[in-house]
């Protein structure tokens, strides 16, 4: 599908980066909710992703120098939270469940199929910059396994190697795949065991 990639080759990111006018005005906005600056560090890195596509060392300086924090802080909390790419990446970024439960169930076997269909390795990125392949340790859909996330947003539960090309196709095409609303099973409250192993 894809050449051989590498990391840090999706995009050619600017040696400088500041935010717009109206990102400085949506700041302001959110600075004026919180008694504190530091409860805005989290949706200012989002901003400074959304835009830049990560935060990495040179976009976390920004964020402190438009919030007035040090630098050390931001990069504390960039760092923390595995949702900030601290590098650039593709422009979809699939990160598979590769922890206990969904590696016991294809989970490991999914990765090696998107390693074989975008000609990467996890860690690295396709050459023409669409997709950064990941592994991520468990993203609470343990029941739906194997499964992956999509640029932190859209699950995709269940995957079969036929799933995955189809998820693919669709978002080369420009679409998401489409929301899965799956059910929890239900637990019959008046079925309870009783001490000794015995149901009655």
């Known amino acids: 599908m894809a050449k051989k990639g590498s990391k840090n080759t999706a995009t050619n990111p600017p040696t400088s980066y500041s935010f717009t006018k109206e990102q400085l005005k949506e700041i302001e906005a959110l600075k004026a909710k919180y008694p504190e600056v530091q409860a805005v560090t989290l949706p200012v890195l989002w901003i400074a992703q959304d835009s830049f596509g990560h935060v990495n060392p040179d976009v976390q300086a920004l964020v402190a120098k438009t919030l007035d924090l040090p630098e050390s802080h931001v990069h504390g909390v960039a760092e923390f939270y595995t949702q900030y790419f601290k590098e650039p990446k593709g422009k979809h970024v699939l990160d598979v469940c590769t922890c206990l439960s969904c590696g016991l169930s294809g989970g490991v076997d999914i990765v090696r199929h998107l390693e074989k269909k975008l000609g990467i390795n996890v ?21 739906y396994a194997p499964m992956m996330q999509i ?6 539960n269940h995957l079969t190697p036929e799933k995955v090309d189809k998820v693919l196709d669709q978002l080369i095409s420009g679409s998401t795949p489409d929301f899965e609303s799956i059910a929890m099973p239900l637990v019959d409250s008046t079925h309870t065991t009783k001490r000794g192993g015995s149901n009655e």
């Open 151 to 156: 640029t932190n947003d859209v699950y995709v």
């Open 123 to 143: 860690g690295e990125t396709t050459a023409d910059g669409q997709f950064t392949l990941q592994e991520a340790e468990c993203l609470g859909a343990c029941g």
